[in-house]
């Protein structure tokens, strides 16, 4: 099963994306994570990435699909992957699409994961971290039981920082120019396979896997 995986921030897709990986024996590639591996362990890759980083430019997309090329000939890929964070617009979309079919893995299904704005509003607003041992919590949703304290350890519940109305507006703004093209593009190409992100988070999942079955 080879998936890319669509969803503005907060849609919950990281979390399905484990999921997934768990379910079907296969990766979920974080283009962010493989990003950083490359430049810790300075592989030529991540030395022309962390010298586009360190002049506070975005990494050039030739990069990116180089990393995610060079992940996809690790054995634990053989049964398929999960790209989760790439693509993010039409130009990395072609870029990768080229890349599998030279290859000869092109993708088999792009997942979209849909909710609406004023729910992603509110979940990524009301989000809560305890600074003690990591619990997360929604104040909207999942509050913990006393405010303001982790049910977990009683350690104090912080908003990061880039949680707040102006930030997210911004980054769902950022996510309708440049990224939601994208289910139009995979929508053509057959791929598309689209559901909604609200609920319990084992009824979305299982959703999920209904709409993939079948996919060939």
């Known amino acids: ?127 809560r971290t305890c600074e003690s041992c990591g619990q997360m919590y929604n104040i909207h949703t999942s509050p913990p039981r006393v405010e303001g304290r982790c049910d977990s350890c009683g350690g104090r519940l912080v908003q990061r920082a880039d949680d707040n109305e102006e930030t997210i507006g911004k980054r769902l703004k950022v996510y309708e120019s440049q990224t939601m093209p994208l289910i139009a593009y995979y929508r053509r190409q057959g791929k598309l396979q689209t559901v909604k992100g609200v609920g319990d988070i084992d009824d979305i999942f299982l959703k999920i896997v209904t709409a993939l079955e079948g996919v060939e």
């Open 1 to 127: 099963m080879r998936i890319v995986l669509l969803g503005a921030p907060g849609s919950g897709k990281g979390t399905q994306g484990k999921k997934l990986a768990e379910k079907y024996g296969i990766p979920s590639i974080s283009t962010g994570d493989l990003l950083r591996a490359a430049v810790a362990a300075e592989t030529p890759l991540g030395k022309r990435a962390k010298v586009a980083m360190d002049a506070g430019q975005l990494v050039s997309d030739d990069i990116v699909v180089g990393l995610i090329r060079e992940r996809l000939n690790e054995p634990d890929t053989a049964r398929g992957f999960i790209l989760d964070g790439f693509p993010r617009n039409m130009a990395q979309a072609e870029a990768l699409d080229a890349m599998l079919d030279e290859i000869g893995r092109p993708l088999q299904v792009a997942l979209h994961i849909d909710v609406d704005f004023e729910v992603l509003m509110k979940r990524l607003t009301g989000r």
